[in-house]
């Protein structure tokens, strides 16, 4: 009998397989960059949640904000990672901001392998401003000392992910191959 079950039981253990990706991480950390690199060399589905929710809107991130405010966002934030989360053979990049809620990462379905790229305040904000996208939570006087609060709150949320990537002077290219390892 035991010979079997052994027979059966080949590759790794299923609560050990890894079925999806998270990236989570500040703007600017290079989720969306990474994520397409990543999904790209594994054959799987690369799933950006800010995309999502402005196709399902039929507007900009920037105008929800100014339009309906931020606590609408997150709703239609929440409401998309529902429907995303479970998918399989995906890397998902959610905005910043998900991740930065409490108890976000700790009921994660399973077979999710998170992943938190670290980027400092300085070289996030340089990214986020040049990469096209507008960011309304930097849209302030002073984004770096912006950049600097959300990060104070939101990195023990972060903290919570199974892995870290520091980013900051490392190319996309290098990190994307870092996780595809982790995962193979
Ligand atoms: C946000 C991050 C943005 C976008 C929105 C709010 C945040 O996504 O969801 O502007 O609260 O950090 P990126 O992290 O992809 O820039």
Redesign the pocket.
């Known amino acids: 009998m035991s010979g079997l079950f052994d027979a059966i039981r080949t590759g790794p253990p299923p609560e050990k397989e890894i079925r999806r990706v998270l990236l989570v ?5 290079g ?2 960059t990474v994520g397409r690199l990543v999904a790209e060399r594994l054959g799987w589905t690369f799933v ?3 995309e999502e ?1 402005e196709k399902r809107e039929g507007r900009s ?1 920037a105008d929800i ?1 100014a339009d309906s405010g931020e606590k609408y ?1 997150r709703a239609v ?1 929440s409401d998309v990672a529902s429907e995303h989360l479970m998918r399989t053979r995906a890397v998902l ?6 991740a ?1 809620r409490p108890g976000r990462l700790d009921s994660l379905p399973e077979g999710t392998c998170s992943i938190w790229l670290r980027v400092g305040a300085e070289t996030a904000v340089a990214r ?1 401003l040049s990469d096209g ?1 507008p ?3 930097l849209q302030t006087e002073d984004p770096v000392l912006r950049a600097k609060e ?1 990060l104070t709150e939101r990195t023990p949320h972060y903290a919570a992910a199974d892995h870290q990537i520091e980013t900051d002077g490392t190319p996309p290219d290098e990190i994307a191959r870092t996780i595809v390892d982790l995962v193979n």
């Open positions: 991480g500040f703007m600017g950390s989720k969306s950006d949640f800010d929710i991130i904000f966002f934030e990049a959610p905005g910043g901001g998900w930065a986020a996208g960011r309304p939570l959300l």
